[in-house]
C-alpha cells in the first residue's frame, strides 16, 4: 500500500533531498506534496489526503510549530503522524513538538539512515 | 554565563563540528580545516566577490554567522546536494548554499544553546555577485573559520554577543533531562 507524503519546507532543496531519502529508505511513495510554508501545507490538505507530513520549523508566513499545533487541533488531521525535520536541535524546541504531538523530531543535517529509522514505527 | 562575548575557541570548535557534519553527511565532500582567526570589521567594509549565505541568531544572545564561497564552489556544493551538476548560479544553486548556511550555523546555534538557552534563528538570506559588501550594525570584528575543500575556499564567519538590555533566561525545568 504506497503512502501520500507531505514535505513542508521553504526550501527547495531540502524538499527534493527530501524526496531522494524517502525513496531510498524504501518508504511505498505514493503522491509527494510540497508546500514552503505552514500556510501551503493547510491550503494543500483541504484538496489532498496525506498518511505522512514531513515539516520544517524555521519557515516564513506560518512555522512548523504553528502548523504542528493547528492539524492536532484539528480532528480531520489529528491522526497524520507529523515528524519535524529541522535545524532547531534544541531540547526545549524538540520538547516543544513533541509536547504538541509531533510524532518524531530529524535533526538537520540528516542521513537517509536516520529518516528510516524515525519513520519505523510510525508509518 | 557572566561574559559578553563567548571565547573565540568555543566559537571555532562548535562552528567546526557543525560545518564537518553537513559535509559528511549530506555533501559527502572532504572538508580540510585552515587556521582561524579574528578580522577587524572594516569601515568602509572591503567589497567581496562570490556567494555568500548570512543567519541570523537572535535571543538573549544576538549575531550572525556568514558562509562565503566562490560561484564555482558553490555550484560544486549544490551539485553534491542535490546530486545534480551545476555550471552556473540559478534559483537552485542559491538555495542550496542558503540551505548549507542554515544546517551550519544551526548546527553551531544548538550547541551554544546547551550553555546560552534558547536563540532563534533567522530565514537565511544570500548575496551573490562581484564587488559586493556587507555592514552589520555593532559588529567589531569577525571570527573566521576557514576550510579547503577540493582546492577551494569555504569560509565561516561568526558573531556572537549578549544582548543589550535583555533580560537572562529562565531554563525550563525539563531542559536538565537528557532527551
Not at chain 1, 497524520?80 to 525535520?85: A, D, E, Q, S
Not at chain 2, 564537518?20 to 565532500?29: A, G, P, Y
Not at chain 2, 541570523?56 to 545534480?84: D, E, H, P, Q, V
Not at chain 2, 544546517?103 to 534558547?118: C, S, V, Y
Request: hydrophobic share 45%.
Amino acid at each position: 500500500m504506497s503512502l501520500d507524503v507531505l514535505i513542508v519546507d521553504d526550501s527547495a532543496a531540502i524538499r527534493k533531498i527530501l524526496q531522494r531519502v524517502l525513496v531510498q529508505a524504501e518508504v511505498p511513495l505514493g503522491k509527494v506534496h510540497e508546500a514552503a510554508d505552514g500556510v501551503e501545507a493547510l491550503e494543500k490538505l483541504k484538496t489532498e489526503k496525506v498518511g505522512l507530513i514531513l515539516s520544517d520549523i524555521n519557515m516564513p508566513n506560518m512555522d512548523g510549530i504553528e502548523l504542528l499545533s493547528k492539524l492536532k487541533a484539528d480532528d480531520a488531521y489529528k491522526a497524520v503522524p507529523i515528524v519535524m525535520v529541522t535545524t532547531e536541535g534544541s531540547q526545549a524546541r524538540v520538547l516543544q513538538a513533541l509536547e504538541l504531538g509531533a510524532a518524531g523530531y530529524v535533526k538537520k543535517p540528516f542521513t537517509a539512515e536516520q529518516i528510516k529509522e524515525k519513520l519505523t514505527g510510525i508509518i | 554565563m557572566s561574559q559578553s562575548k563567548l571565547e573565540s575557541a568555543q566559537i571555532e570548535a562548535a562552528v567546526r563540528q557543525a560545518t564537518h557534519e553537513v559535509f559528511s553527511t549530506m555533501l559527502n565532500l572532504p572538508l580540510e580545516d585552515q587556521p582561524a582567526y579574528e578580522e577587524i570589521a572594516a569601515d568602509p567594509p572591503g567589497s567581496h566577490d562570490g556567494v555568500e549565505a548570512l543567519v541570523g541568531i537572535g535571543g538573549y544572545w544576538t549575531g550572525t554567522g556568514r558562509i562565503w564561497c566562490n560561484s564555482k564552489f558553490a555550484c560544486t556544493l549544490a551539485g553534491a546536494l542535490l546530486m545534480t551538476p551545476y555550471e552556473a548560479l540559478n534559483e537552485e544553486v542559491l538555495d542550496a548554499i542558503s540551505e548549507v548556511a542554515n544546517m551550519i550555523i544551526g548546527g553551531a546555534k544548538a550547541t551554544f544553546e546547551d550553555q546560552l538557552g534558547t536563540l532563534a534563528l533567522s530565514i537565511p538570506t544570500v548575496v551573490f555577485g562581484r564587488n559586493y559588501r556587507t555592514r552589520s550594525a555593532g559588529v567589531t570584528s569577525w571570527m573566521v573559520i576557514p576550510f579547503h575543500c577540493q582546492g577551494e575556499d569555504l569560509q565561516v564567519r561568526f558573531f556572537l554577543m549578549q544582548t543589550k538590555g535583555q533580560a537572562a533566561p529562565t531554563p525550563r525545568p525539563e531542559m536538565v533531562h537528557t532527551l
